[in-house]
DNA sequence: GGATAAACCTACTTAACAGGTTGGTTGAAT
DNA sequence: ATTCAACCAACCTGTTAAGTAGGTTTATCC
């Protein structure tokens, strides 16, 4: 299941795709057309900013435009961002402790090939596909 | 992320593959070789045998073994009856409500890709692929 | 028929996490 | 000086994961 805060940093994203390119949008107009709590919103674009996918600025006219073009800012990254690792289990997280049950592990392969699928889709995918509606349904 | 839960289920099954067909093996045995906490093992198993993915049968000399053939079990179904769902969004879940905005969520068809992945890869998998390690890394 | 082995059943626990909310502080424009 | 808006820290509430405890039923074997 992707959670709520990865879903809420996908549309924050497309939303902001959607306006004009270099200007700064205030959170509370991307919380209002996505019906989304704007304080909510307010901690998932921190990480988005801490992740370098968004640019924020502060003060009067400010607000969080993209750090990059849409279409270089892949799904994966933003859901990876919000959401920490996308790993199936934990032994295939960045960073795990390597499992020691890794050789005899006969489900283990099959985890591999999951996490596989799953950034091959997500990272095919980027901001600017989704914003034109360029994905079609199965 | 798929949790314990799902992941022990596979274990059993793949396990229980492996031993003489038709044999009742006692949790005790599996959850020994598995190195899993028998007790919630039992919770598992009886989610699997609601499913009519195992057979129970009690008293001495009893235990689990396969209710069909292990090539005709698939990952998919084991995985679902331990973990319920595997919808990505609560909106593609079975029974769930149709979503407001799926007309103009430019979100969802992304959300749909990724489901029809996850049917493909653990529903064209079965524990006996599984037992014969059979999946190879990528 | 009693001991034993096993599944079955209910309830509980504990910790973590999801999904927020409250209440501020800082910084920039006007 | 005011206003807008990002930043920051702490808190809260309910749900779920991941198990544990302890008992009840059912079958076998002696």
Do not use: H
Request: with cysteine; glycine share 10%; hydrophobic share 40%.
């Amino acid at each position: 299941m992707i959670s709520t805060k990865g879903r809420y940093a996908v549309r924050v994203l497309v939303d902001l795709a959607g306006c004009e390119d270099g200007d700064f949008v205030p959170l509370r107009d991307v919380a209002e057309r996505q019906q989304i709590s704007e304080k909510y919103l307010q901690r998932i674009s921190r990480q988005l900013v801490d992740a370098g996918i968004l640019e924020g600025i502060r003060g009067k006219g400010g607000g969080y435009r993209l750090a990059k073009p849409a279409n270089e800012i892949c799904v994966y990254d933003v859901l990876e961002a919000a959401e920490g690792t996308l790993a199936p289990v934990a032994c295939l997280a960045d960073g795990a402790p390597a499992c020691e049950r890794a050789d005899l592990c006969k489900t283990l392969p099959l985890w591999e090939q999951f996490y596989a699928n799953v950034r091959e889709l997500f990272g095919s995918v980027s901001i600017a596909d989704l914003a034109e509606g360029a994905i079609d349904c199965v």
